[in-house]
């Protein structure tokens, strides 16, 4: 059971903050005036509240741009005064900690890489006791969600209750066209972890590039996130960290215009009859599936029963490509995409491996003891 009880609502983060909660800003600060451009022309789309930017910029190889450090935060300061933006920087040590309770940083964010180290998160936690600014912590880079909840179990013991998860996906192992990719099922499961746990997604690095940034916001947001973070600078050709992925002032206005902001309910009586009949539907067709895998792992547990009375291997390579071809084809006359049933038989396949095997292992020591 989670131990993150008592989590604040945003709406009492600070006053006037409005849902969906939108971060923009660039992934670095890279000098003063880029700062104030960027500043500038983001405040003025009067849409934004909240004003991020990357700090400290460790990249994978030393030697590149590695941020500016403390002056960028005087700089922060600055736009603060200005246009009245909340700000919003990352930390990953205690000095870091320290220094934007310095200088008046409101905002917190967690990076993935530290998210991945309890033992800086927990250095983060302790630094951060007793000052009750809200803290964003983003996904571990590997897709483990008692990794996600774990770092933001370590802030509310610290006595962090302004508390949120940023869904930024994980890393690919292999090529792919997002940058990370986003397995939704994992802040869906961490969203019932804990219902109330705000939730913000940050389409920038999942998306990598400035393209799918719209798509993927959508989805954030119909799937009842609470918010976005969406890098920004105004002029990404010349930005000095992720420049294929921020979207220029007047994209992240386009962008914010044209998301459809859905309700997560209705109490419209004809909404819920019509959905109640349709889910109906799904529970009896969910429970036919079940039932139709259950008997097919029943063959199969024969099949590995024969094969081994046989000494025949379990995987039959022609016969597995036959499956693949047959129902690729038949699963894309159905409708389905190529993807999803590819994934499907890869999924059902590994389970029928894993029964024969368990099958054969099961005869053989049964038979050396005879
Ligand atoms: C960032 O927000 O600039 C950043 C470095 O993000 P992440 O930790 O998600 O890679
Ligand atoms: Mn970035």
Redesign the pocket.
């Known amino acids: 059971m989670t131990k993150l009880k008592s989590i604040s609502k945003i709406s009492n983060w600070f006053p006037g903050i409005e849902e969906p909660l939108i971060i923009a800003g660039p992934?670095?600060a890279e000098s003063e005036s880029q700062i104030f451009k960027t500043a500038k022309e983001i405040a003025g789309l009067g849409k934004v509240k909240i004003f991020?930017s990357?700090i400290w910029?460790p990249r994978t190889r030393p030697g590149n741009f590695e941020g500016v450090g403390e002056d960028g935060l005087k700089w922060l300061q600055q736009v603060k005064k200005e246009f009245g933006f909340l700000l919003a920087i990352?930390v990953a040590n205690e000095e870091h900690a320290e220094l934007a309770i310095k200088y008046d940083i409101d905002i917190l964010?967690?990076?993935?890489?530290?998210?991945s180290n309890p033992f800086s998160v927990q250095e983060l936690a302790d630094s951060l006791k007793g000052f009750n600014k809200p803290v964003l912590v983003?996904?571990p880079?590997n897709p483990d969600v008692n990794l996600w909840v774990g770092a933001l179990e370590r802030f509310h013991k610290a006595g962090v209750n302004k508390l949120a998860a940023?869904h930024?996906?994980f890393f690919p192992f292999e090529a792919t066209t997002l940058r990370?990719i986003p397995k939704w099922e994992i802040p869906i499961e961490l969203k019932s972890i804990c219902h109330t746990l705000p939730i913000f997604c940050?389409p920038?690095?999942i998306a990598g590039n400035t393209v799918y940034i719209p798509e993927i916001a959508q989805k954030a947001l119909d799937l009842n996130m609470d918010g976005l973070?969406i890098?920004t600078h105004y002029n990404p050709n010349a930005a000095l960290?992720?420049m294929n992925q921020q979207l220029t002032p007047g994209q992240l206005g386009n962008l914010i215009d044209n998301l459809i902001y859905r309700r997560s309910t209705t109490k419209d009586k004809d909404f819920t009859n019509v959905l109640e009949a349709l889910r109906s539907q799904i529970d009896s067709i969910d429970q036919q599936m079940l039932e139709l895998l259950s008997q097919r792992m029943n063959i199969v547990e024969e099949i590995g029963k024969f094969k081994s009375q046989n000494e025949v291997t379990i995987l039959q390579l022609r016969r597995w490509e036959k499956i693949v071809d047959t129902r690729m084809k038949l699963g894309k006359e159905l409708g389905l995409t190529g993807d999803f049933i590819k994934k499907l038989l890869q999924l059902v396949h590994k389970e029928s491996i894993q029964k024969q095997t368990e099958v054969m292992n099961k005869l053989t020591s049964s038979k050396k003891k005879e």
């Open positions: 992934c670095s991020r990357g910029k990352e964010w967690v990076g993935a890489r530290t998210t983003k996904n880079i940023v930024r996906g990370n940050d920038s690095h973070m890098e960290s992720d």
